[in-house]
């Protein structure tokens, strides 16, 4: 069926009281951006519902699009005809048809913004009730939880018909919760931190550490892909690649095998809270998982938090690792993530890195290396780039990426 209009419902953002007005402008926004791809669209987002009129878009791709959006608890594709009894009708039937499977109930619900019109919400209930069961062979009446509910709108433009609900993605409009810093691996877990830091409304700049030569272009490609594939709930994300190679190179050098994780992570985060003070930003997240790998004891947690005092966010903190994969497959990163293309976390790994270090000894070889002079450079070599949903990244290596996957 070629649909007109998409009514978007809110979700949590509906109970919200004074600042209603605000979540959903915001939402309005990141619609807007979402689908900036699509001639025509126009989006009006109104105090109890959003409107999406498609002006001959493709409604499948648009409705693709709008389930990663955050902010929306449901919508339904419309149909809009002329304020025609015969016409409305016809539309009604075609529309239930389309779904109907023998068994199936339905309810009529309508909803008459023109007072103008010939019938009340009773009468059209009643007509648009009887002319389903009159045209569709088997379907009954359920008014307690349907498996159709035929929505009829009378507007002053026109009746907007609609049959079916698509979920959506639930939480907060992506801008709404602040703003913050996400620390992008490339892994599994930091993807799926991002979509849980996404949901409750923050807005993200994703922080990436590269390191060549030891980490290629094709891993700096892995963590473009992923973040365009997260920019889908938020219509476009910030992607800063800190250079990382001369800062390893030297704790290798001068820090104890056993410390030499635990340093790295300290300079890591100290470069985060950099990025994020230029940025505006108002905390640090992170993929952390409690003790997943060394580095995520407790004992790590505070000797690697020993550098600032800025807020750790950790969306994964209680989650194990079948928990994580399975959110990341829902959101469809896995696949990207498990490419064999190591990033700076796993290069110059010691055996045996320390799962609880001592923090005084940890300040003391952290002073063996030039911390400003290091961090100086970094953040003069940074590269800030827009990824936006449907970019892609992995082109120049479509076939050593097929045989990967």
Known sequence: MEYSEIMVRYGELSTKGKNKKDFIKQLGQNVRKALSEFDGIEVRAQHDRLHVTLNGAD????????????????????VKVDKDLDTIKEAAVAMVKEVFEPGMTFKINTRRQDKEF?????QMNNIMGDTILDNVPGITVQMKHPDIELRVEIRM???????????GAGGLPVGTGGKAVMMLSGG?????????????????????????????????????????????????IQFIQV?????????????????????????????????????????????????????????SMQAINDV????????????????IIK????IDTYDLSILPYEDCCTIFTPPSPKTRPDLEKTRKYEGYIDV?????????????????????????????????L
């Open 59 to 78: 409604s499948s791709a648009v409705m693709d699009r709008l389930k990663g959006v955050f902010g929306i608890e449901n919508f339904s594709p419309s």
């Open 118 to 122: 010939k019938y009340d919400t009773y």
């Open 157 to 167: 433009n026109g009746v907007y018909l609609s049959g079916k609900t698509i979920q």
């Open 188 to 236: 599994i877990d930091s993807p799926v931190a991002s979509y849980y830091a996404m949901r409750r409304g923050v807005k993200i700049d994703m922080v990436h550490f590269f390191s060549p030569p030891y980490t290629s272009e094709q891993a700096l490609a892995k963590a473009k892909e992923l973040t365009a594939k997260l920019a889908g709930y938020s219509g476009g």
């Open 243 to 299: 250079p990382f190679t001369k800062i390893q190179e030297t704790i290798k050098e001068k820090v104890p095998e056993g410390y030499l994780m635990t340093v790295q992570r300290r300079l890591m985060l100290r470069l985060t809270v950099a990025v994020a003070e230029m940025r505006h930003a108002k905390g640090i997240f992170n993929g952390e998982s409690l003790g997943q790998v060394a580095s995520q004891t407790l004992d």
């Open 308 to 323: 600032t005092t800025m807020p750790i966010l950790r969306p994964l903190l209680s989650l194990d690792k079948t928990e």
């Open 327 to 330: 959110v990341a497959e829902d």
């Open 372 to 404: 400003e002079g290091l961090m100086k450079e970094a953040l003069d070599g940074i590269v800030i780039s827009e990824i936006r949903p449907g970019d892609n990244y992995l082109n120049q290596n479509e076939d050593v990426f097929a045989e990967l």
